[in-house]
């Protein structure tokens, strides 16, 4: 049986929601190395855009680590997958000819294109791209890397 209730939120993006109460904050938390993950040769030319997008909004956060590379790798290649799913069954449409010539049946592109945007949004969320995943999220005076977060984490943990 898997675990139940809703995902555990990360101490960063915990603090970045302004959390102040020290028992909700999970101070002894496993840090990753910092850095932003390194983005693979092999991505095609979709997932490789994804990436820079996801590189653009989150990378200079501090919320992304090179540990979170696979996850990233995974977004991404889902969304290039569901654009392509997506485009085709677009231009096929929810209906196609089944084996016997009269006959309709459900055109299977359906249940890719619905699975490609289950995985993504569930990755996004992972990620903190989902509107509802960053709803609470407060981001450093200005944006700019660091500031007062990363002063805060360096004297506290």
């Not at 929601?17 to 190395?33: A, D, I």
């Not at 040769?41 to 979709?46: G, I, S, V």
């Not at 709803?135 to 943990?157: I, T, V, Y």
């Given at each position: 049986?898997?675990?139940?209730?809703p995902a555990p939120v990360p101490t960063r993006l915990k603090l970045l929601?302004?959390?102040?109460?020290?028992?909700?904050?999970?101070?002894?938390?496993?840090?990753?190395?910092p850095g932003?993950?390194?983005?693979?040769?092999?991505?095609?030319?979709?997932?490789d855009a994804a990436w820079e997008i996801v590189?653009?909004?989150?990378?200079?956060?501090g919320v992304l680590t090179r540990a979170d590379g696979f996850i990233v790798?995974?977004?991404?290649?889902t969304v290039a997958r569901y654009l392509q799913a997506s485009s085709l069954y677009a231009a096929s449409?929810?209906?196609?000819?089944g084996a016997r010539a009269n006959e309709l049946v459900r055109n299977p592109l359906h249940a890719i294109v619905?699975?490609?945007?289950?995985l993504m949004v569930s990755l996004a969320r992972e990620l903190g791209l989902s509107p509802s995943a960053r709803?609470?999220?407060?981001?450093?005076?200005?944006?700019?890397?660091?500031?007062?977060?990363?002063?805060?984490?360096?004297?506290?943990?």
């Open positions: 049986m898997g675990r139940r209730g929601r302004g959390e102040t109460r020290p028992s909700r904050v999970n101070y002894r938390e496993p840090k990753p190395l932003l993950p390194e983005k693979p040769l092999d991505l095609a030319p979709a997932a590189l653009a909004e989150l990378g200079h956060t790798r995974g977004f991404a290649e449409g929810p209906l196609i000819r619905r699975d490609d945007l289950a709803s609470g999220l407060r981001a450093a005076q200005g944006n700019e890397p660091g500031g007062r977060l990363e002063a805060f984490l360096r004297h506290s943990g």
